[in-house]
C-alpha cells in the first residue's frame, strides 16, 4: 500500500470547504492507502495567532476529523508538535535548500507583504512542510517507492519544492534514500465562500462550519451568492457559474445534480428551492458528524489518548528515518544507539 501524507492547520472547527476540499478525499484515502494525517500547528506559529487558544484550536481541529470519519483503526492520526523529529528534520533540510528556492515561492510571497517584519519561520515553512512528508518514508517499502501526497492544484508549486529539496539531500548523503512525494489531485472543485467570491475562510465569515445546526446551515445558505445573472426567479441559470452548485456537487447524489442543473437552466425552480435541496442533503450527512463530534467532545482525555497513540506510531518511524539521516551526515552516534 502506498503511504499518504498530509496535514491541516489547527484553525479550529472545520468548516464545509476543508471538508469538501480535503477532508472527505482524506477518509476515502483510508480504504486503499496508508495514511498518516496530522494536525500541523507548527506551521501555524508562522504568522501571528493567539496562544492562548491554540490547544483549544488543535483539539477542535482533531475531533473534527476524527467526526468526519478519519479512523484512528486504520489511519495515523497526530499532532505536529508531539513528534518533535520533525523539526530536527526540518533543520537538518535547511542546510541544502537555497534560499532563492524559498524567495520564490508564491504563497511566501503573498504571506510576507501582509507582514511589516517577515519571520525566518514564514520562509522556511516549505522546508518544514518537506521534512513533515519524507519523515515518513518507511523503512520496509523499496526506495523509491514513492509516498504519495493529497494536494489542491495550488500546491504543487510546495511539492516541486519538497521534491527538489528531497533530490539534493540524497545527491549530497545518500542517492536514493528519501523518495520524491508524487502528487495526488484531488478531483474535488474549489468551494468558494458563501459571497461567491473569496476563498471559503472562517475569517472572512464566509463559511458554514461542519458540526453547525441545521438551523443555522439553512439560516446561513439562504443568503448565499448564486449565478449573478439570475436577477429574478423567471430567468433562467447557469449552474457552471454558481457556487451554491459547486456546494450540490459535494453534498448531493449525482441524479439530484442533474436535476438541479437542468431546472436551473428552465427556470424551474427559484434559487431558494435549490438550497433548500441542497440544505437537506447537506444536514444529512453532517447530522451525523456532528453527533460524533458531540461524543469525542465529551470525553476530552480519550480524544488525547487517541492523538498520543497517533504520536507513537509516527514517531517510531520518525525515528527510524532520522537514524539513517544521521548516519549518512556522519554525526556521532549517542551512547549505543
Ligand atoms: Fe444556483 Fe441553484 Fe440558483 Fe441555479 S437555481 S443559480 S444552481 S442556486
Same mark, same amino acid.
Given at each position: 500500500?502506498?503511504?499518504?501524507?498530509?496535514?491541516?492547520?489547527?484553525?479550529?472547527?472545520?468548516?464545509?470547504?476543508?471538508?469538501?476540499?480535503?477532508?472527505?478525499?482524506?477518509?476515502?484515502?483510508?480504504?486503499?492507502?496508508?495514511?498518516?494525517?496530522?494536525?500541523?500547528?507548527?506551521?501555524?506559529?508562522?504568522?501571528?495567532?493567539?496562544?492562548?487558544?491554540?490547544?483549544?484550536?488543535?483539539?477542535?481541529?482533531?475531533?473534527?476529523?476524527?467526526?468526519?470519519?478519519?479512523? +484512528?483503526?486504520?489511519?495515523?492520526?497526530?499532532?505536529?508538535?508531539?513528534?518533535?523529529?520533525?523539526?530536527?528534520?526540518?533543520?537538518?533540510?535547511?542546510?541544502?535548500?537555497?534560499?532563492?528556492? &524559498?524567495?520564490?515561492?508564491?504563497?511566501?510571497?503573498? %504571506?510576507?507583504?501582509?507582514?511589516?517584519?517577515? +519571520?525566518?519561520?514564514?520562509?522556511?515553512?516549505?522546508?518544514?512542510?518537506?521534512?513533515?512528508?519524507?519523515?515518513?518514508?518507511?523503512?520496509?517499502?523499496?526506495?523509491?517507492?514513492?509516498?504519495?501526497?493529497?494536494?489542491?492544484?495550488?500546491?504543487?508549486?510546495?511539492?516541486? &519544492?519538497?521534491?527538489?529539496?528531497?533530490?539534493?539531500?540524497?545527491?549530497?548523503?545518500?542517492?536514493?534514500?528519501?523518495?520524491?512525494?508524487?502528487?495526488?489531485?484531488?478531483?474535488?472543485?474549489? /468551494?468558494?465562500?458563501?459571497?461567491?467570491?473569496?476563498?471559503?475562510?472562517?475569517?472572512?465569515?464566509?463559511?458554514?462550519?461542519?458540526?453547525?445546526?441545521?438551523?443555522?446551515?439553512?439560516?446561513?445558505?439562504? +443568503?448565499?451568492?448564486?449565478?449573478?445573472?439570475?436577477?429574478?426567479?423567471?430567468?433562467?441559470?447557469?449552474?457552471?457559474?454558481?457556487? /451554491?452548485?459547486?456546494?450540490?456537487?459535494?453534498?448531493?447524489?449525482?441524479?439530484?445534480?442533474?436535476?438541479?442543473?437542468? %431546472?436551473?437552466?428552465?427556470?424551474?425552480?427559484?434559487?431558494?428551492?435549490?438550497?433548500?435541496?441542497?440544505?437537506?442533503?447537506?444536514?444529512?450527512?453532517?447530522?451525523?458528524?456532528?453527533?460524533?463530534?458531540?461524543?469525542?467532545?465529551?470525553?476530552?482525555?480519550?480524544?488525547?489518548?487517541?492523538?498520543?497513540?497517533?504520536?507513537?506510531?509516527?514517531?517510531?518511524?520518525?525515528?527510524?528515518? &532520522?537514524?539513517?539521516?544521521?548516519?549518512?551526515?556522519?554525526?556521532?552516534?549517542?551512547?549505543?544507539?
Amino acid at each position: 500500500m502506498a503511504r499518504v501524507f498530509s496535514g491541516i492547520q489547527p484553525s479550529g472547527e472545520l468548516h464545509i470547504g476543508n471538508y469538501l476540499g480535503a477532508v472527505k478525499n482524506w477518509v476515502r484515502l483510508q480504504d486503499a492507502h496508508e495514511c498518516i494525517y496530522c494536525v500541523v500547528d507548527l506551521h501555524a506559529i508562522t504568522q501571528p495567532y493567539d496562544p492562548a487558544g491554540l490547544a483549544q484550536r488543535t483539539h477542535d481541529m482533531a475531533v473534527g476529523l476524527l467526526a468526519a470519519g478519519i479512523d +484512528p483503526a486504520r489511519a495515523t492520526l497526530f499532532v505536529q508538535s508531539h513528534v518533535a523529529e520533525h523539526s530536527e528534520l526540518s533543520w537538518i533540510l535547511t542546510t541544502v535548500t537555497p534560499l532563492g528556492e &524559498l524567495e520564490r515561492q508564491t504563497q511566501y510571497k503573498d %504571506k510576507a507583504q501582509r507582514q511589516e517584519s517577515v +519571520p525566518a519561520g514564514l520562509l522556511a515553512y516549505p522546508v518544514l512542510q518537506a521534512a513533515d512528508i519524507i519523515i515518513y518514508k518507511a523503512d520496509a517499502v523499496p526506495l523509491y517507492h514513492a509516498t504519495l501526497v493529497p494536494v489542491g492544484e495550488d500546491q504543487v508549486q510546495h511539492l516541486e &519544492l519538497m521534491r527538489e529539496i528531497a533530490r539534493r539531500w540524497n545527491s549530497r548523503y545518500a542517492a536514493e534514500f528519501f523518495p520524491e512525494p508524487q502528487p495526488l489531485l484531488t478531483a474535488t472543485k474549489r /468551494v468558494l465562500g458563501l459571497d461567491g467570491q473569496a476563498k471559503m475562510s472562517k475569517s472572512l465569515g464566509n463559511t458554514i462550519g461542519l458540526l453547525e445546526s441545521p438551523e443555522a446551515i439553512w439560516e446561513k445558505l439562504k +443568503p448565499a451568492a448564486t449565478d449573478p445573472a439570475r436577477v429574478t426567479r423567471k430567468d433562467p441559470g447557469n449552474p457552471e457559474l454558481c457556487n /451554491v452548485f459547486t456546494i450540490h456537487q459535494g453534498f448531493s447524489p449525482p441524479e439530484v445534480q442533474a436535476e438541479v442543473a437542468q %431546472k436551473c437552466r428552465t427556470a424551474g425552480w427559484g434559487c431558494l428551492d435549490c438550497k433548500r435541496v441542497l440544505a437537506d442533503h447537506m444536514i444529512a450527512e453532517l447530522t451525523p458528524i456532528r453527533e460524533r463530534a458531540a461524543e469525542l467532545n465529551a470525553n476530552p482525555v480519550g480524544v488525547r489518548t487517541l492523538l498520543r497513540e497517533g504520536a507513537d506510531r509516527a514517531r517510531a518511524i520518525a525515528r527510524r528515518t &532520522l537514524h539513517g539521516v544521521r548516519r549518512h551526515m556522519g554525526f556521532l552516534k549517542a551512547g549505543e544507539d
